[in-house]
């Protein structure tokens, strides 16, 4: 009589959170390209049952209701278009992004923090025109001096992004995970290999 008893009610639910719908504005593209616009299965659902999305395209697992068995939807388009903000947040995400996530001295990838261009004991501004990324080695070396007198220099000038242009730079680093009917949406306008 044991082996018949059932004793688990909840089928996979950690499986379904793998299945994330990718989420376009009205005009196909993505809000977002990084962190890429995306929403879990159960609210692109709702969403479509309220009519706020079409479904563009699904992934092959089913959700039943008592009455109704939906598709997940892997792509959604919202009906109503969503102006993008002009203006960008500086947060150290934008910024590390803005510098395409390298040492401004050196060009390293990882471990980065920031680094003050001139130094806030000098009276530097904590701002997108005096602020870059920097890995911990070269923010040590400069430290609280000029880049005179600490012989470094910048890779390039910081300043303040557009929101375009940090849309267009985040398109550069895909996220882990691509589903494949995701890519004709994301990288429509790339150039395409002979």
Not at 50 to 60: G, N, P
Not at 80 to 99: G, I, M, S
Not at 167 to 173: A, L, T, W
Request: glycine share 4%; aromatic share 12%.
């Amino acid at each position: 009589m044991q082996g018949e008893f059932r004793t688990e009610f909840v089928r996979e639910p950690a499986a379904l959170k793998q299945h994330p719908a990718l989420v376009l504005n009205a005009d196909y593209r993505p809000l977002s390209y990084y962190p890429l616009s995306l929403w879990t299965w159960q609210d692109a659902i709702k969403a479509a049952w309220l009519d706020r999305v079409d479904i563009v395209a699904e992934y092959d697992e089913v959700v039943r209701s008592p009455s109704t068995a939906i598709r997940i939807p892997s792509v959604v388009v919202l009906k109503d278009y969503v102006k993008p903000q002009k203006r960008v947040a500086f947060t150290r995400f934008n910024l590390f992004l803005r510098d395409e996530f390298r040492c401004q001295y050196c060009g390293a990838k990882g471990d980065l923090t920031f680094d003050h261009v001139v130094p806030r004991a000098s009276g530097g501004r904590t701002s997108w025109e005096n602020v870059v990324a920097a890995c911990s080695p070269c923010n040590l070396k400069k430290g609280s001096k000029s880049l005179r007198r600490a012989g470094m220099s910048l890779r390039k000038p910081p300043r303040r992004p557009a929101s375009e242009e940090l849309r267009n730079m985040g398109r550069k680093f895909p996220p882990n995970h691509l589903h494949d009917s995701w890519i004709d949406f994301l990288y429509w306008d790339a150039e395409l290999e002979a």
